[in-house]
């Protein structure tokens, strides 16, 4: 089955600095890669997703990059605020399941 | 937020007890995932179902099962409960469509205690 490992599992930056979280999947076939934003206590959102077919999509601060051949996408985060402050999950979708990686908690500070 | 619902939303049950969890589907989702939460690590996928047949099984024991009903609510159930099966259940909505799965969007989550 699909294998996603995520990387760091804690990022510390200042206000107004980037972050950058990385994932690496097993799978050839997956096709599909959300990210989710999960704040203590709540429900992960989708934050952004990107398809195989696609290299990079942006919205706002937030940018996912892919590499299908590498096996890899990332999660950049440009001027970051106190409120992103949450666990970040990557994941992996081959036909029609959902693979996730252990998270990374993002502590941004003032 | 999401329009997906989740009920219970905290639940203490005991060692060989039975637990059953619901799922409210966002409008036009037909299809529900069902992941478990451990306490700092990610959700796990247990099953998923479409039109109401299961649609895909995660590492999950039998003990879980699951329904999805004609208006695409569901239900978790597990059987003889395990300490170990205290977690946060999440369920997810979703559109499956030309044999695809479309995002999914969670619920607020069944955070279980077994004691």
């Known amino acids: 089955g699909e294998n996603v490992e995520q990387h760091p599992s804690t990022l510390s930056v200042q206000e107004g600095d980037s972050a950058v979280i990385k994932c690496t999947y097993s799978?050839?076939?997956?096709?599909?890669f959300p990210w989710y934003k999960q704040e203590l206590g709540k429900r992960p959102q989708l934050i952004i997703d990107i398809r195989s077919n696609v290299g990079e999509k942006k919205d706002q601060r937030i940018a996912v990059t892919l590499n299908k051949t590498a096996k890899h996408f990332s999660l950049h985060i440009t001027e970051t605020q106190p409120e992103d402050s949450a666990v970040y999950f990557c994941?992996?979708?081959?036909?029609?399941?959902?693979?996730f990686g252990k998270g990374t908690m993002l502590l941004v500070s003032p | 937020e999401t329009g997906v619902t989740q009920s219970p939303t905290h639940l203490i049950k005991t060692r060989g007890q039975q637990v059953t969890l619901r799922c409210s589907s966002q409008?036009?989702?037909?299809?529900v995932s069902w992941y478990q939460q451990a306490l700092g690590q990610g959700p796990q996928f247990i099953f998923q179902?479409?039109?109401?047949?299961?649609?895909g099984r995660g590492n999950f024991p039998p003990r879980f099962s699951g329904l999805q009903f004609p208006n695409y609510s569901s239900e978790l159930n597990v059987n003889a409960l395990e300490l170990d099966d205290s977690a946060l259940y999440l369920c997810?909505?979703?559109?499956?469509?030309?044999?695809?799965?479309?995002?999914?969007?969670f619920g607020p989550g069944t955070r279980l205690l077994v004691l």
């Open positions: 409008s036009g989702h037909n299809t």
């Open positions: 997810a909505s979703s559109l499956m469509s030309s044999g695809s799965v479309e995002t999914q969007y």
């Open positions: 179902y479409y039109r109401e047949e299961e649609n």
């Open positions: 994941a992996a979708r081959g036909y029609s399941t959902l693979t």
């Open positions: 799978d050839s076939a997956s096709n599909y």
